[in-house]
């Protein structure tokens, strides 16, 4: 069983950035599928980003897309979403989610099997 948590949350004015890690215990991240999701107060839970159990497939929801990435260091066993030009409509709660090995990147959140805790991200204009 694989234990997440995430952390680099935090305030930045608009057209900021800001780096949100996810830390694994219990097991490794390889051979994991990766998933980054957010959510805002009242809303659903949003996919942002994924990435393969192959870690050579990745995927991001068209309003991140260009400003949001995901990479894994294997080595420390973290994965890392980078965001960029961050916008008000940012703010959300971040979740780094884990799903056994697949050679796609699932965008539903009944999809994951694991989940971290999650980190406060909020933007001011």
């Known amino acids: 069983q694989v234990q997440l948590v995430e952390s680099g949350g935090g305030w930045v004015q608009a057209g900021g950035s800001l780096r949100l890690s996810c830390a694994a215990s219990?097991?490794?991240?390889?051979?994991?599928?990766m998933g980054w999701f957010r959510q805002a107060p009242g809303q659903e839970r949003d996919f942002l980003g994924g990435?393969?159990?192959?870690?050579?497939?990745?995927n991001y929801a068209d309003s991140v897309k260009g400003r949001f990435t995901i990479s894994m260091d294997n080595a420390k066993n973290m994965v890392y979403l980078q965001m960029n030009s961050l916008k008000p409509e940012d703010t959300a709660v971040y979740y780094c989610?884990?799903?056994?090995?697949?050679?796609?990147?699932?965008?539903?959140?009944?999809?994951?099997?694991?989940w971290g805790q999650g980190t406060q991200v909020t933007v001011s204009s």
């Open positions: 989610a884990a799903r056994p090995f697949s050679w796609s990147v699932a965008t539903r959140p009944s999809d994951y099997k694991n």
């Open positions: 219990g097991r490794t991240f390889s051979g994991l599928a």
């Open positions: 990435m393969s159990g192959s870690g050579k497939t990745t």
